[in-house]
């Protein structure tokens, strides 16, 4: 073992992150089987399986052929033939006779003739948890252009949760890239940087085929129950990056040098006392496949959540509704049709040492992807009906991350894993703690939604020094779902009651609209249509003006002036708000038919879709570039 971390370690601790170093690792052609794919036997899963688990005579193999015809009720299940499908019925019959496949399932405040708990004059009717669309942080084909693919950048990531941006970008790097590209990733919690280091170097680690990490570091990243030989994994990963931490005496001195399978490195720069917190979290056995679960489902069941989940699920398709249901049941990211029965150990990166869950309580994997690449990514490569929300979500991760891999594999890419404060990092940067990145070094500066916590002008103060001056397209990134928390007329879900009344006046000006929504008009705020509605009508309206009342009172002009940097009046890396063409000026509204919001009778795509990713439509997007 003692072997095996050293060859992950750097031979000579004083080129420790050296922008200069010349080591690069030639991973082997053959990597080893670990067993580490989700099929019932732990290979990967590279097509969708006919859902016909059982087996069809006694000692033989369960069904592997390829599922080919859906399910005509639920849509969520393929079998490889019509016998598979008559075989399966005893055992399928009971998903496809849920209640939440009726198109007439209703919540159950609707039933119990009252109002959801969420709807009281106090309540807005934004997403209790939200998670900004992922995007390509870098975007260098609109921005630096095809001319500067032989160039090196840097980029950081202040205070980001998981690796979702990060995969986007590395994946829209081109092909033809001939620089060197660093990127930094700081989170101030110590479970969030050290899973993020984990779900990192599974996926990049040589050591397994390409097919099988992917799939492993799905688990880690999204599933609450691992197989044993993905649990086993999870400790082999512990032993490579932290094997030497017992050892350390200094408590600022944890520091890693791991290979990937390319030229780069992932290093982590912590502290001792911050990586001993996670890594205790990560081996601890004092707690039961049994218990962890048990807590979950306390979290995701509490009496408080239900007519949150019920308002979520009045948003969806009822095959949605119904694949949601079986996550939640089983815990594990896999598409619909798949034996989950060899996972048995819990996801220790999920879980407190003692067993409590540390996911939210809507938990959501889809949340922060886009719904239409998933379902479309499903339909092509696994013929996946959008049905099978999940089934589609797997495919569409084990592509993404397949990409992600070969990239690292193919060009120079290294990562720098940090856990620090943000506004510590940044003076740590310019003081030159971390070598590879000294001073204005970045390209990129993403501080995410730092802004609602800190100030506008005090990210910029501490962010924007550290731009390269040297690009003309150096970027400083922002986003902010508060903006509007001090100004409550800025938002129609802000008050549900008023929105409500504004609704029904404007509505009833359209006389051929009054049959369709007299019945939920009659409902009220206990209708989901209207809920759904309400929820999404800041979709159409445009609160320009507003935020920049809020823009002014933070000193923005000329808190960005001071750093020679300014405000975009259009963006370049990432729309304004959700739903704008990229380069969309002042006072743009998604372009989207309003006469869809009027279908009563069902959700429509978009609320699908938006609905599926959580997505916020208050939500705007800051960019600031050098003063011309």
């Not at 094997?243 to 200094?250: H, I, L, R």
Request: aromatic share 12%; net charge neutral; charged share 20%.
């Amino acid at each position: 073992m003692i072997d095996r971390i050293r060859r992950q370690r750097s031979s000579d601790s004083d080129s420790f992150l050296s922008s200069q170093s010349s080591h690069r690792h030639e991973p082997s052609n053959q990597a080893s089987s670990f067993g580490l794919g989700s099929s019932p036997y732990g290979e990967p899963i590279k097509y969708l399986m006919c859902a016909n688990q059982s087996t069809r005579v006694r000692a033989q193999k369960r069904c592997t052929e390829q599922g080919l015809l859906s399910c005509p009720r639920c849509q969520l299940v393929k079998y490889c033939s019509e016998r598979c499908q008559k075989q399966h019925w005893p055992r399928h019959s009971s998903t496809c006779a849920h209640p939440y496949l009726e198109e007439s399932w209703q919540p159950g405040w609707v039933l119990q003739e009252r109002l959801p708990s969420f709807a009281c004059s106090s309540a807005t009717f934004s997403p209790s948890s939200f998670i900004f669309p992922v995007f390509d942080t870098l975007n260098l084909t609109q921005n630096e252009g095809e001319g500067a693919f032989d160039k090196d950048y840097k980029l950081c990531f202040a205070a980001y949760a998981d690796i979702r941006n990060l995969v986007e970008t590395v994946n829209n790097l081109p092909s033809n890239y001939k620089g060197r590209f660093d990127v930094l990733i700081n989170n101030s919690d110590p479970i969030i940087t050290n899973r993020n280091l984990i779900i990192l170097y599974a996926l990049l680690n040589p050591e397994p085929s390409i097919d099988e990490a992917v799939e492993l570091a799905i688990h880690f990243m999204y599933s609450a129950v691992l197989s044993a030989p993905s649990a086993a994994y999870l400790q082999r990963c512990l032993d490579d990056i932290y094997g030497q931490v017992d050892g350390c005496n200094s408590d600022f001195s944890f520091r890693a040098s791991l290979n990937t399978r390319g030229k780069g490195r992932i290093y982590s720069f912590q502290t001792i006392a911050g990586v001993k917190q996670p890594l205790e979290t990560f081996t601890s056995t004092t707690y039961s496949l049994a218990t962890a679960l048990q807590n979950r489902w306390e979290i995701l069941d509490a009496s408080e959540n239900v007519d949150s989940w019920d308002r979520f699920l009045s948003r969806l398709r009822p095959s949605h509704r119904m694949a949601y249901q079986r996550f939640r049941e089983t815990g594990v990211l896999t598409p619909f049709s798949v034996d989950t029965s060899r996972f048995m150990h819990p996801n220790r990166l999920m879980f407190s040492s003692q067993g409590e869950w540390l996911g939210r309580r809507n938990f959501n994997p889809l949340q922060g992807w886009d719904a239409t690449s998933v379902q479309v990514e499903g339909a092509k490569f696994a013929m996946i009906e959008s049905a099978d929300i999940f089934g589609c979500l797997f495919f569409y991760l084990k592509s993404q991350f397949r990409r992600f891999a070969y990239q690292v594999k193919d060009l120079n890419v290294n990562f720098v894993v940090t856990q620090f404060n943000p506004q510590i990092l940044a003076k740590g940067i310019s003081a030159g703690v971390i070598p590879i990145f000294e001073g204005a070094c970045f390209d990129r500066v993403d501080t995410r939604d730092m802004m609602d916590d800190i100030r506008i002008e005090v990210c910029l103060a501490d962010w924007g020094p550290l731009l390269n001056r040297r690009n003309p397209f150096a970027s400083l990134l922002m986003h902010s779902r508060a903006w509007h928390y001090e100004r409550p007329y800025a938002l129609a879900r802000c008050n549900p009651h008023a929105a409500l009344m504004l609704f029904m006046q404007k509505c009833f000006e359209i006389p051929s609209l009054n049959n369709k929504l007299k019945d939920a008009f009659v409902q009220g705020l206990r209708s989901p249509a209207l809920l759904r509605l309400i929820e999404s009508l800041d979709a159409f309206y445009d609160h320009d003006g507003i935020f920049h009342e809020f823009l002014a009172a933070q000193n923005t002009e000329s808190a960005a002036a001071a750093f020679g940097l300014g405000l975009r009046p259009r963006n370049l890396i990432h729309p304004k708000r959700f739903g704008v063409p990229l380069d969309a000026c002042a006072h743009s509204l998604p372009d989207i038919s309003r006469s869809q919001f009027y279908d009563l009778g069902k959700p429509t795509q978009l609320i699908v879709l938006s609905s599926l990713c959580e997505v916020d439509f208050s939500a705007r997007f800051l960019e600031f570039g050098w003063r011309h």
